[in-house]
């Protein structure tokens, strides 16, 4: 018997190099968890007899001692991922029946490592959502739960699936993607590690676009230590995505624990008057606590144009959207609804086949890029996005990284929610900043509020710098009080 | 100097002009809940003309540099199986539609 | 669109019922770059192809996939704008051009709009009256083709190919500078013939490497510019021609009966010579145009476009000029010869220490003729340029009369041997020597000592004895000498 749950990705992959277990019987342990935990509704598709070959062969590799890196370690992938032969829906009925002929860039990375894919995790359809409410396959659900209330919570999202899994112990890293907060707001939310790389370190080939110039790849992991260890894996240039950077990955796992004494975080004074949860509030300056104990400088940033970040961001990402989803027509591949004519086909593959969000985004980005309206929304959300990365790369002249809550409050209730839609996005008003600017930033979980849910602080720092944030990240992970999910209420 | 656009109302009629070019159908008991809802979240993204932007530069990319360029190889392609292999209707190597009236 | 062509002067006008009517034309032509690979992916951009064959995961829009430039494709839209004298704009941007239809997989086509790679140069264009006219070029961009629909397979269905899909294209926009059909003629010949000098297109019509849309409007003269319409995807030079004959006059027959002209996009039918309104295409167009987030700026270095600037051949206007002051032909010649640069490249290896004007004779004479009857290009002439040179040298020397020339050139066609084994082997070369030739002139006055009176009061039948000394000599007396000879025995 492996305790997952106390285990994480560090451990598992040195215990099978150790042969301490076996990759086949690790995997069975997570099979048998994962066909335990159905109630969380967290994989859309499964991958295990597939899973189960490959796991004998990590284990013929291990004992020839050619292992790699990751050998026989199990992954969970989001469902946004394209894998091959493996039925890749992003969540969505206009999807529901895709195979892909093609392995995405990172998840291939992954298996060149020794990964070994268990199954596709659930997501926001097409990613376009902070609660992993709208997927095709129901609303994914939080592993944890308030202490006074019985209600089942939102895992976040879109990246939902993966940090539910992560959380629950039924992966020990799970790939994940973030346009808006979509790595980092499921992670706090679940008392995971998200990391959102700077945009360009991860390719993003092969994964199912949302906005092109904002979606980045990164980890959902249980650790500081292992979200270093699944970047140094995932990040790399790649000369199939022309928005790849040729900029050198470093082994990230020498930042952790290294000391910050000396170093400065910028604290924004805007985020002072947004409107987060007492506890919240009270865990920021706690945090404030943790750096000046670790001898941190804390120095008052000002970041004007942040306020902005929603509004532009919920005209880019839209805009962005609204094309990038044009391929989904019901012609090459996909769900095909006819009708009398092509027209027709058109807009009924395309009106039954996107839920209800997906659908307000696609018509919001349509009308902000139709003529007459272009220069008044689109291109002036542009310009305003320009504003809001130079107020970062200002304040990153005088700190090294920026340190805020990652989220405004802790997990909230299934259905809560959805019917405002404006509500919801204003979820991700901590996160989205960091997109709009191409940044990377990790959440880490930084204590639970007390209700008991776990809450996140966000780490901000300079494009290409991923280092510091596992360096800062792990300040956070140091002095937090301790976050062990005392309830396995769904098994 | 804050730029400052007309107010631009959405209208059912605009929904329908919209769902048309997106190519989604609409039910009719669904465009005004379309329009109240994108109505107000065209009126909150509004916010932005508060922002002075003149002289201002869009950004489409956080990234700078400009564009990479490939060799002129032929790399790809005979792979009709993988490129049909989803298609939900094809003959003789053709996606299939109905008929396109010129 | 920028206004009205620089010169106000009216070049051409066609009749109405009520007076003159002058027609503005402009163009975009879409013309295929010449590559091995498509624009956007490592697939191939040949003609042809079992259907879905040259068709990448990108080309087919598969979810996750991405764009990424080809640099060849990039250094042939520059390579045609500095062909085109036109500015190279260091800095350009892909914009998706938003629409659906089934031959669009991505459901836009990655283009550019705001900020194209090639900006304004200038085409000279000579008319068949000896006049030159300039067409202004508005911009140069590149974009991607789109698959190919086909319409008549099936009763109820339309069948999608996507070969075609994702093939570079240059889309080059005129000014509205053209003002007949015969302008716009010989501004896409013309045209045609830089991007094959460069390279950079080849031209084919029939393969639709070379597409127009034609924008045409009327006005009376002086007026400003009318209402224009566009007419889509004309693939040939003479249906060009057509297209703007019958629109115009189908302009100016709808404002001279009192109707107006809907700006609207029209389909030129091969069949009826007629161009008709795509009414399926009049729901109004919103491309909703914006930059490409998975593409970003192209940024052209200095020394990018230097270094093509340096690899650029002579273009045919440069060649014209050359032509005519090295080698003193006029313009008309210096035309014909400079429309291919084979034709150029042939004139100018049988010219070499030749008679210039003898050997552009032979060239736009014999040789087109034959080679037009034959379907042959030039470069797969059954005669090259070294044998023609030497018939030449062989009509110089003496050897052969100019008839004799034909003669030999004929068998040359048949046999591809060079003229001087011919004239051997036949023993074909002109007599000359003047007693060998005077025994035959007094063989034939013998014979027809009858007709020698009769020629002596009608000179013309001079001619009839010449005729007859030459068939004697089987065509190689010398029939100048003959010419002397004759009249001197017969006493005129
Ligand atoms: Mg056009
Ligand atoms: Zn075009």
């Known amino acids: 018997m492996i305790d997952l749950v106390s285990s994480d990705l560090v451990s598992i992959r040195n215990s099978l190099q150790n042969k301490e277990f076996t990759a086949v019987e690790l995997l069975s342990e997570y099979i048998e968890r994962i066909t335990k935990s159905s109630k969380l509704n967290l994989f859309n598709t499964t991958n295990f007899e597939n899973a189960l070959k490959a796991a004998k062969e990590s284990d013929q590799k291990i004992i020839r001692g050619e292992a790699r890196s990751l050998e026989g370690v199990p992954i969970g992938v989001k469902d946004l991922f394209c894998t091959a032969g493996v039925r890749t829906t992003a969540s969505s009925k206009i999807l529901e029946n895709f195979v892909p002929a093609y392995e995405s860039t990172i998840t291939q990375k992954l298996y060149d490592q020794g990964m070994i894919l268990l199954g596709k995790l659930s997501n926001d359809e097409f990613a376009m959502g902070s609660s992993n409410e709208t997927s095709s396959s129901g609303p994914a659900v939080n592993p944890w739960k308030s202490c006074s209330s019985d209600k089942e919570l939102v895992p976040g999202g879109s990246s939902g699936g993966s940090s539910g899994a992560v959380a629950a112990s039924l992966c020990p890293f799970a790939t994940a993607t973030d346009t808006g907060g979509s790595i980092r707001q499921p992670a706090a939310f679940t008392g995971t590690v998200g990391l959102k790389p700077t945009y360009g370190r991860c390719s993003r080939w092969g994964i199912v676009a949302f906005a092109s110039s904002l979606d980045q790849a990164g980890p959902i992991t249980k650790t500081v230590a292992d979200s270093a260890l699944a970047l140094k894996y995932m990040a790399g240039y790649d000369e199939k995505d022309s928005t790849s950077a040729d900029v050198g990955v470093e082994d990230y796992q020498q930042f952790v624990g290294q000391s910050i004494k000396g170093m400065t975080v910028g604290v924004p004074k805007e985020y002072e008057e947004l409107d987060l949860e007492d506890d919240i509030k009270l865990n920021w300056h706690d945090a404030i606590n943790w750096y000046k104990s670790a001898g941190a400088e804390i120095v008052s940033i000002s970041l004007p144009h942040s306020k902005y970040a929603l509004p532009a961001y919920y005209i880019i990402a839209p805009a962005e959207a609204s094309s990038n989803l044009a391929r989904y027509d019901g012609v090459k591949y996909g769900t095909r609804i006819t009708g009398d004519d ?28 139709s003529a007459g309206y272009y220069d008044a929304y689109y291109l002036k959300a542009q310009k305003v996005r320009r504003l809001i990365h130079s107020d970062f790369v200002e304040a990153f002249k005088k700190v090294d990284v920026i340190m805020t809550p990652t989220t405004p409050t802790t997990a909230f209730g299934i259905g809560e929610n959805l019917s405002d839609p404006l509500k919801m996005y204003s979820n991700d008003i901590l996160t989205v900043p960091v997109n709009l600017a191409g940044l990377p930033a990790i959440s880490i979980p930084s204590g639970l509020d007390s209700q008991g849910l776990p809450m996140g602080i966000q780490i901000i720092t300079n494009h290409f710098n991923e280092g510091k944030l596992f360096q800062f990240g792990s300040i956070v992970e140091k002095s937090r009080s301790s976050i062990t999910n005392q309830s396995e209420w769904w098994l | 100097m804050v730029n400052k656009v007309n107010q631009m109302t959405i209208t059912k009629d605009t929904i329908r002009k919209i769902s048309n070019l997106a190519k989604i159908s609409i039910a009719d008991q669904e465009v005004e809940k379309l329009e109240s809802e994108i109505s107000s979240i065209i009126r909150w993204v509004e916010a932005l003309n508060e922002v002075d932007t003149e002289n201002v530069d869009p950004m489409s990319n956080s990234l700078t540099g400009g564009l990479r360029m490939r060799e002129d190889l032929v790399t790809d392609g005979n792979k009709v199986s993988d490129i049909l292999s989803n298609s939900p209707v094809d003959d003789e190597n053709f996606f299939v539609v109905p008929k396109v009236i010129e | 669109m920028n206004d009205i062509n620089t010169t106000s002067e009216v070049r051409h006008t066609i009749e109405g019922q009520g007076g003159e009517w002058e027609i503005i034309i402009g163009l975009e032509i879409h013309a295929q770059v010449t590559s091995e690979s498509k624009l956007f992916s490592g697939s191939s951009a040949a003609f042809g192809g079992t259907p879905m064959s040259h068709v990448s995961l990108v080309d087919a829009a598969m979810p996750g996939m991405l764009p990424v430039i080809n640099k060849h494709c990039v250094r042939q839209a520059v390579k045609t704008g500095l062909g085109l004298k036109a500015k190279i704009n260091s800095y350009s941007v892909f914009d998706r051009k938003n629409y659906f239809y089934p031959d669009l997989p991505q459901g836009y086509q990655i283009s550019q709009f705001k900020y194209p790679i ?57 000014m509205p500078d053209l003002r007949s059909a015969e302008e716009a003629k010989s501004f896409v010949t013309k045209l045609r013939t830089i991007l094959r000098y460069l390279e950079t297109c080849d031209g084919n019509m029939e393969e639709g490497s070379l597409r127009a849309d034609i924008n045409v409007s009327v006005r009376r003269p002086g007026d400003s510019l009318g209402t224009r319409c566009e007419i889509k995807n004309v693939n040939s030079i003479r249906f060009i021609g057509m297209a703007i004959e019958y629109e115009a006059q189908r302009q100016v027959n709808e404002i001279e009966n009192g109707r107006e002209i809907i700006q609207e996009t029209r389909l030129f039918d091969v069949s009826t010579g007629e161009t008709r309104s795509m009414r399926s295409k009049e729901e109004a167009h919103d491309y909703r145009y914006f930059p490409d987030p998975d593409l970003l700026p192209l940024n052209l270095e200095e020394g990018f476009i230097k270094e093509i600037t340096h690899e650029l051949p002579e273009l045919p206007d440069n060649k014209k000029e050359r032509l005519i002051k090295s080698y003193g032909l006029n313009s008309y010649d210096a035309d014909i010869l400079v429309s291919d640069k084979n034709y150029a490249e042939y004139f100018e290896s049988v010219a070499n220490g030749r008679d210039p004007k003898i050997s552009v004779n032979w060239i736009t004479g014999e040789l087109f003729s034959a080679l037009n009857k034959l379907n042959l290009d030039i470069q797969d002439s059954p005669v090259s340029s070294n044998q023609l040179g030497e018939l030449i040298d062989l009509i110089s020397d003496g050897t052969l009369s100019g008839r004799l020339a034909k003669d030999v050139f004929e068998i040359m066609l048949e046999t591809k041997k060079n003229p001087k084994l011919i004239v051997e082997e036949k023993d074909l070369s002109q007599i000359t020597d003047e007693s060998s030739i005077e025994k035959i002139v007094n063989k034939i006055i013998e014979s027809n000592f009858d007709k020698v009176a009769e020629a002596r009061e009608k000179p013309k039948l001079i001619g009839w004895f010449v005729g007859q000394v030459m068939k004697e000599s089987q065509g190689k007396a010398n029939p100048a000498t003959v010419n002397d000879l004759v009249k001197k025995k017969i006493g005129i």
């Open chain 1, 342 to 369: 092509l027209d027709d086909l058109y807009k009924n593959t395309r009106g039954l086949g996107f839920g209800a969000e997906v659908k307000r985004r696609i018509l919001i980005g349509t009308y902000v890029l």
């Open chain 3, 118 to 174: 090639v900006g304004e140069g200038e085409v000279k264009v000579s008319l068949k009256n000896g006049e030159d006219i300039i067409v202004r070029i508005e911009r140069l961009h590149l974009e991607q083709d789109a698959g190919k629909s086909f319409h008549d397979v099936d009763p109820e269905n339309s069948y999608i190919d996507l070969n075609r899909s994702g093939v570079a294209l240059m889309e080059i926009v005129t």
